[in-house]
T-cell receptor, first 111, second 116 residues
Framework: RKEVEQDPGPFNVPEGATVAFNCTYS??????FFWYRQDCRKEPKLLMS???SGNEDGRFTAQLNRASQYISLLIRDSKLSDSATYLC????????????FGAGTRLTVKP | DAMVIQNPRYQVTQFGKPVTLSCSQT?????MYWYQQKSSQAPKLLFH???????NEADTPDNFQSRRPNTSFCFLDIRSPGLGDAAMYLC???????????????FGPGTRLTVT
């Protein structure tokens, strides 16, 4: 089983749609969770950290479910500019410097 | 203001010819990472440094080496590049994790390596 697994995608949605991505992780000791966004041929950039209580930043909401070992990202009112690959990143657990990436989910928002 | 700088942005090398990629940071972060990313794949962690403490991934080939002479700089050496090593190489930094959390990573723009 991979350490971090994401929805395979790709997701193709119209502008204004709501879209959700899930990411599961295998190490129950993991403590740190992040969503990054990566545009084509660019470096990953932090979208948001994921906190135990869940957190929201504008149109983006992140949730953590420790019991089921998954995190989610919800994007409301999708914009064309949201088109990118979304990467789930999970800290390995005992070593909080060791971060593991999921394979990423490609999102395309269409007019 | 550039925070994580990678040089060169594009590197072409010949099969078997050693190459060095460099990364520098102005964030004074303790942790520095090297990732390899191939087309349509996730970044794959090669190794990371916590200060001078080197942490190699078990599946990182011996062909890949790294040096961190000081807090600001980190180098990736590919001793004998093969065609399969063509990829984007990403450097990242972060604050050191503490018992109950790790911190976000800041990435450089990457070096795209071509092997001919």
């Amino acid at each position: 089983r991979k350490e971090v697994e994401q929805d395979p995608g790709p997701f193709n949605v119209p502008e204004g749609a709501t879209v959700a991505f899930n990411c599961t992780y295998s190490n129950s000791a993991s403590q740190s969770f992040f969503w990054y966004r990566q545009d084509c041929r660019k470096e990953p950039k932090l979208l948001m950290s994921v906190y135990s209580s869940g957190n929201e930043d504008g149109r983006f909401t992140a949730q953590l479910n420790r019991a089921s070992q998954y995190i989610s990202l919800l994007i409301r009112d999708s914009k064309l500019s949201d088109s990118a690959t979304y990467l789930c990143v999970v800290g390995k657990g005992y070593n909080n410097n060791d971060m593991r990436f999921g394979a990423g989910t490609r999102l395309t928002v269409k007019p | 203001d550039a925070m994580v700088i990678q040089n060169p942005r594009y590197q072409v090398t010949q099969f078997g010819k050693p190459v060095t990629l460099s990364c520098s940071q102005t964030l004074n972060h303790n942790v520095m990472y090297w990732y390899q990313q191939k087309s349509s794949q996730a970044p794959k962690l090669l190794f990371h440094y916590y200060d001078k403490d080197f942490n190699n991934e078990a599946d990182t080939p011996d062909n890949f080496q790294s040096r961190r002479p000081n807090t600001s700089f980190c180098f990736l050496d590919i001793r004998s590049p093969g065609l399969g090593d063509a990829a984007m190489y990403l450097c990242a930094t972060s604050r050191v994790g503490i018992r109950d959390r790790g911190y976000e990573q800041y990435f450089g723009p990457g070096t795209r390596l071509t092997v001919t």
